[in-house]
Nanobody, 120 residues
Framework: QVHLQESGGGLVQAGGSLRLSCAASGNIFSINDMGWYRQAPGQPRELVAT???????NYAESVKGRFTLFRDNAKNTVYLQMNSLKPEDTAVYFCRTIVQLLSRSYLETWGQGTLVTVSS
């Protein structure tokens, strides 16, 4: 009922920048939460940045000051601007949303993931 289209991953050198985007589509009445998580090889999935409507954005300590999450509500899209990338940022990045459907029920959806590789 909700589809997330992610884009923007790739290979970048340390110190470089990338911007991820995640566009939500489907039977959406409103979007409550939009954010990004990541999973490095052999590691559990972890929060990178997430925003709930009306609340300050929550960032992982490891990305504060380097990553910025922002939303385009008109396009149901969330972006993650990643600057000063480090090799330890290498991971598959997943978009996650919690939306209120047209039926007024709530649905959590995950994207398929996009790979970010930072070379040293």
């Amino acid at each position: 009922q909700v589809h997330l289209q992610e884009s923007g991953g790739g290979l970048v050198q340390a110190g470089g920048s990338l911007r991820l985007s995640c566009a939500a589509s489907g039977n959406i009445f409103s979007i409550n939460d939009m954010g990004w998580y990541r999973q490095a090889p052999g590691q559990p999935r972890e929060l990178v940045a997430t925003e709930s409507s009306g609340a300050p954005t929550n960032y992982a300590e490891s990305v504060k000051g380097r990553f910025t999450l922002f939303r385009d509500n008109a396009k149901n899209t969330v972006y993650l601007q990643m600057n000063s990338l480090k090799p330890e940022d290498t991971a598959v990045y997943f978009c996650r949303t919690i939306v209120q459907l047209l039926s007024r029920s709530y649905l959590e959806t995950w994207g398929q993931g996009t790979l970010v590789t930072v070379s040293s």
